[in-house]
């Protein structure tokens, strides 16, 4: 059974740079069988998908974030993660982290539990 | 982008009723060289990650009780909880997968009555 959970910094100044980290046990990205996106949820709100990336290295970006987002993957690790520039308090969310699947399976199967960010100062 | 719509945005229902929630997509997601659709339902109960329920608009995920169903195609979804359980409150999205960026519906929050 997979599991994936998120770490990072709790509380980000705005204008400064949002790091999380996905750790995936259970299973590995080095598999090849998934690809590997974060999502985030305002308080109250709904999901909104950030972007995801393959083993390999290939990743894809919501083009609404897409100028600010980076996601980078370490195999040796078995991790993933995510970084956003230039954060305002629009930014503050809960980021999930998920695994969905290849060639048409694109669903997501398994989430972390989520970890919330604040952007404040 | 495929814009995603649910409807209602809340609903209540009886114990032991039954529950239908709508999404609708801004265009279709049925992808014509395998005929399925690209549309998954998702449960998401107070502080935790959402679950998936279905995938392919109506193939329930392994391990989710056959009281929820999918049903739709094309641009117009159903997702329906029959015999309603103190389990089944939370907040439920759909989600198209057709296409990047992936998106979510709003959300509909189901109680009970």
């Known amino acids: 059974q997979v599991q994936l959970q998120e770490s990072g910094p709790g509380l980000v100044k705005p204008s400064q740079t949002l790091s999380l980290t996905c750790s995936v046990s259970?299973?590995?990205?080095?598999?090849?069988?998934?690809?590997w996106s974060w999502i985030r949820q305002p308080a109250g709100k709904g999901l909104e998908w950030i972007g995801r990336?393959?083993?390999?290295?290939?990743?894809n970006y919501n083009p609404s974030l897409k100028s600010r987002v980076t996601i980078s993957v370490d195999t040796s690790k078995n991790q993933f993660s995510l970084k956003m520039t230039s954060v305002t308090a629009a930014d503050t969310a809960v980021y999930y982290c998920a695994r969905g699947g290849t060639t048409g399976t694109y669903w997501f199967d398994a989430w972390g539990q989520g970890t919330l960010v604040s952007v404040s100062s | 982008d495929i814009v995603m719509t649910q409807s209602p945005d809340s609903l209540a229902v009886s114990l032991g009723e039954g529950a239908t929630i709508n999404c609708q997509s801004s265009q279709s997601i049925l992808y014509s060289s395998n005929n399925k659709n690209y549309l998954a339902w998702y449960q998401q109960k107070p502080g935790q990650p959402p679950k998936l329920l279905i995938y392919w608009a109506s193939t329930r995920e392994s391990g989710v009780a056959d009281r929820f169903s999918g049903s739709g195609s094309g641009t117009d979804f159903t997702l329906t909880i029959s015999n309603l359980q103190a389990e089944d409150v939370a907040v439920y999205y759909c989600?198209?997968?057709?296409?990047?960026?992936?998106?979510f519906g709003q959300g509909t929050k189901l109680e009970i009555k």
């Open positions: 989600q198209q997968y057709y296409s990047t960026p992936y998106g």
């Open positions: 259970g299973g590995s990205i080095s598999s090849g069988s998934y690809y």
């Open positions: 990336i393959y083993a390999s290295g290939t990743a």
